[in-house]
């Protein structure tokens, strides 16, 4: 081989010796990037908490309880105190209790399709009930439903069930059969003589006989319909106000007076109506029937789709009823384990004068602890993803650094071989050296 090929076999070996070595540091920056990328998943895998089973007991818990004959208690929270009395009392425990209790309250709503008609009701004359009217001497006051005799006594009177003696009452008066409605009564007319009359189931109307000595003049006056149901007008002495209107009107007045709703000076002015609606009793005001009233079109037409009616305003309503409300109290107690058995088996309320007996019960929050459950289900299978994501992960890099330690070896093994054949080349050219520039030696 001649020295110009030699040296450019030499060179040629050179520059790819180089480019073996390049691409071995690449190939180790490669496996660099690699380690880091396993480090992070490893401190990643590292960083996670491996879900925890939930136990039942820590959703049990002990619970007393205790009755003093007519309200049922549950302790809902207890300290422990020291609390002495001057009467020599010495408290251990700073108690909160609740009892379930049935409470009578007024509730506000709203009649969201009221559909009020106003109807006015012209003047008229009307029996008066409130004057009395006389049978056969006899005065009978509606307002105290009693009969009374010409000197003002009370007559007794009373009711006649054989069917003899009506049949015999009837026939002596010239009645065919009592009207309906109506019973047989004797009083004592005096001197041992008795009176008969036929008079109208509790004597609220007097029988044929009778002639009210009273009439009155009404005037005209406005009354209301919601639907189908009459509005009608509640006053505090009327005594078609009932008893459970009263009750039920005062007690709105106690929640709702104060806040604008219906007022003690509403109802002693005739301004409170009940009507009512699925079978439930209601108040309102005349201001609020007015109101719907007043924001009707109070036109209908025959083309009109639905009744004008139907765009009212929501009606504000009330009505009072029964309601379960919880009262919560908190009290000093005396609280003993007369037992032995490590739980607490009677109390001692300050503000009750009677020790009762504590029942000792243990609760689990079965939802609780199943919704507990289900989050550790839900953090397994998310912990377990996460540790299959990091695995399959680190399996991959392990996979690419093997290639690239294979890779890595060849060039190993080439850059050995280029070497040698370098070494071989340089042998020749040193050859061709001492060869050609011997002369002088």
Known sequence: MGMAASQARYLGLTARKTNVEYEGQQINQARTALGNQSAALWNQMLGLSVPTVPSITDYTTLTYSFSDGINNYTITDMQSVDKKEADGSKYNKLVTYKTLTTVYKGIESTNSNPQVQKVTVPAHTEIDPTIHATIEGLTYTKDTDTFTDGNGDPVILTE????????????????????????????????????????????????????????????????????????????????????????????????????????????????VYKYEKNGNVYYTTKAELDDCWNKSKHEETEYAISSNMDFQPSLTHYY????????????????????????????????????????????????GYDDAMNQYYYDLNKYEKQMSDINAKT???????????????????????????????????????????????
């Open 160 to 271: 006649i069930t054989a069917e003899a003696d009506i049949a015999k009452y009837c026939e002596a008066n010239n009645i065919e059969e009592l009207p309906a409605g109506y019973k047989l009564y004797s009083y004592d007319t005096g001197g041992g003589k008795l009176g008969y009359a036929h008079l109208k189931t509790d004597a609220d109307i007097a029988a044929t006989d009778t002639a009210f000595n009273g009439l009155k003049d009404v005037a005209e006056a406005n009354s209301y319909k919601l639907g189908n149901s009459e509005a009608k007008v509640c006053l505090p002495d009327d005594p078609n106000t009932s008893l459970v209107d009263q009750t039920a009107i005062e007690q709105i007045i106690y929640d709702f007076g104060k806040s604008g709703g219906i007022t003690q000076e509403m109802f002693e002015n005739g301004e």
């Open 320 to 367: 009072a009823t029964n309601m379960d409300e919880t009262i919560t109290s908190t009290d000093y107690a005396i609280m003993d384990d007369a037992s032995g058995s490590g739980r607490y088996s009677n109390i001692k309320l300050k503000n009750m004068s009677t020790p009762f007996n504590l029942k000792a019960e243990e609760t689990t929050n079965q939802k």
């Open 395 to 441: 399996s991959l890099i392990q996979e690419q650094d093997r290639t690239l330690e294979l890779r890595l070896k060849q060039l190993e093994t080439e850059q050995k071989a280029l070497t040698t054949e370098m070494d071989a080349v340089k042998g020749v050219l040193q050859k061709n050296v001492e060869g050609t520039f011997g002369t002088f030696k």
